[in-house]
């Protein structure tokens, strides 16, 4: 059974830093794609950050781009995120996703943890 539990969350002023952490169970990060997914009031859910250890790839949303960095931790087989110099526009549920499929579709997500970034 898949488990992804965020943690990390938090109130924030613009400018400063969080990090994110996705404790992951029941996943191999060998063989699954990781992401960060945010979703604000009024917005649809879109995509943060991924991360492929077996492509060896990172990718950013270009609105994160040189502020956010995504790692993962095989012997912890955790997720991170750090979120630096940080914007209101960036308050929003963010969410742990896993395993994406051929049709780029993450099969396994968390229960999201908040993140408030005033101004």
């Known amino acids: 059974q898949v488990q992804l539990v965020e943690s990390g969350g938090g109130s924030v002023q613009a400018g400063g830093s969080l990090k994110l952490s996705c404790a992951a169970s029941?996943?191999?990060?060998?063989?699954?794609?990781m992401a960060w997914y945010r979703q604000a009031p009024g917005k649809e859910r879109e995509v943060v950050s991924s991360?492929?250890?077996?492509?060896?790839?990172?990718e950013y949303a270009d609105s994160v781009k040189g502020r956010f960095t995504i790692s993962q931790d095989m012997t912890k087989n955790t997720l991170y995120l750090q979120m630096n110099s940080l914007k209101t526009e960036d308050t929003a549920v963010y969410y742990c996703?896993?395993?994406?499929?051929?049709?780029?579709?993450?099969?396994?997500w968390g229960q999201g943890t908040q993140v408030t970034v005033s101004s």
């Open positions: 991360i492929s250890s077996w492509r060896s790839t990172t």
């Open positions: 029941g996943v191999r990060f060998s063989m699954c794609d």
């Open positions: 996703a896993a395993c994406r499929n051929s049709g780029n579709i993450f099969a396994y």
